[in-house]
């Protein structure tokens, strides 16, 4: 197993999600709200300045974030997100990682997409088995 060390970085991913991302997203997971593929409506009904990005997609990233880092047979033991603000078509989106807590082979680590002025849009923990 590589060193794992408290405080360390998992490599980070970035998106810039556009209006062919969020369509072919939301087409497959069977979403119709109006706020991922309708501008005028976002903005005229529900106040946004573009239209969003989904919060499943943002939480997709972080696991994705989380299999490119883990190997072989490594085990996902527990993984959860939340969102707290919103991202909008046209931002720069990360998708970053930190290891919280090493404990025999478990490993804690916290989980966050982050725009482009750095302000957290999602965030998570998950824990894994290394092996």
């Given at each position: 197993?590589p ?6 970085a ?7 999600p556009d209006?062919v ?28 300045p ?9 939480g997709?990233w ?8 883990m190997q072989?047979a490594?085990?996902?033991l ?7 603000r919103?991202?909008?078509?046209g931002?720069v ?15 804690t680590l916290?989980?966050q997409?982050?725009?482009q002025?750095g302000q ?12």
């Open positions: 197993m060193l794992i060390e408290v405080g360390q998992l490599p980070e991913r970035q998106y810039t209006t991302h969020l369509f072919l997203y939301n087409a497959a997971i069977w979403n119709a709200h109006r706020i991922h593929y309708d501008l005028a409506y976002a903005q005229q009904n529900e106040g946004h573009a239209l969003l990005v989904d919060g499943p997609l943002q997709d972080l696991t994705q974030l989380l299999y490119d880092w072989g490594d085990e996902l527990a993984f959860e997100y939340s969102n707290r919103a991202a909008y078509v931002d989106l990360t998708a970053k990682g930190e290891i919280l807590t090493v404990e025999g082979d478990c490993i916290a989980l997409v982050v725009n002025q957290a849009t999602t965030v998570g923990r998950a824990t894994v088995r290394k092996t």
